[in-house]
């Protein structure tokens, strides 16, 4: 099983700034089957990136996905608001795995 | 537009079994399968496995494998998953996502979430 990890945990950030966030995998993942996921509290999770670079439907463009094989990025250009969530990241190969998720929070 | 309605929230004795429904609109139905994720209390995402609405195949996670069963009716496109043997880390949302009709892959529609508290 391909495990991923996220950092960091947490990041403390301020509207208008740029986030970086890592998912780093523990064995090669096609590019194809990386995913981004946004998730608000007490909210289902939202696609944001699939196939690593992929913005899904009514995804702004201040989202962009990047990376391969084992080191992914997740980055918000200029953070607004309503961005301060917890991200996770997603393999999809045979069997889908989670990363653990970064918390993106208001500094 | 897409929607993926789920049944309400349950309590459960440990050792009981749920059911949890999750009704599809807005698309083809059989062009597509549904996942099953779990999240625990104050955690991350537990992917639990997947069934194809096209030809019902499924995908089991590993860890959950004799104790979970997804089941799809075309006729009023809606999936099931059936969670037996419960027990107290058993309590989270869980939520079904669509994905493709060939394997689990990403998810880009989900479910509002069914709270399962398992408690004696």
């Known amino acids: 099983e391909i495990v991923l990890t996220q950092s960091p945990g947490t990041l403390s950030l301020s509207p208008g700034e740029r986030a970086t966030l890592s998912c780093r995998a523990s064995?090669?993942?096609?590019?194809?089957?990386l995913a981004w996921y946004q998730q608000k509290p007490g909210q289902a999770p939202r696609l944001l990136i699939y196939?690593?670079?992929n913005r899904a439907t009514g995804i702004p463009d201040r989202f962009s996905g990047s990376g391969s094989g084992t080191d992914f990025t997740l980055t918000i250009s200029r953070l607004e608001p309503e961005d301060f969530a917890v991200y996770y990241c997603?393999?999809?190969?045979?069997?889908?795995?989670f990363g653990p998720g970064t918390k993106v929070d208001i500094k | 537009q897409v929607q993926l309605v789920q049944s309400g929230a349950e309590v459960k004795k440990p050792g009981a079994s749920v059911k949890v429904s999750c009704k599809a609109s807005?698309?083809?139905?059989?062009?597509?399968?549904i996942s099953w994720v779990r999240q625990a209390p104050g955690q991350g995402l537990e992917w639990m496995g997947w069934?194809?609405?096209?030809?019902?195949?499924?995908n089991y996670a590993q860890k959950l494998q004799g104790r979970v069963t997804m089941t799809t009716d075309t006729s009023t496109s809606t999936a099931y998953m059936e969670l037996r043997s419960l027990r107290s880390d058993d309590t989270a949302v869980y939520y079904c996502?669509?994905?493709?009709?060939?394997?689990?892959?990403?998810?880009?529609?989900w479910g509002q979430g069914t709270l399962i508290t398992v408690s004696s």
């Open positions: 997603q393999q999809y190969g045979s069997s889908p795995f």
């Open positions: 064995q090669s993942v096609s590019s194809s089957y």
């Open positions: 196939g690593a670079s």
């Open positions: 807005g698309y083809t139905f059989t062009s597509y399968g």
């Open positions: 069934i194809s609405a096209y030809n019902g195949n499924t």
């Open positions: 996502a669509r994905a493709n009709w060939v394997a689990a892959t990403n998810f880009d529609y």
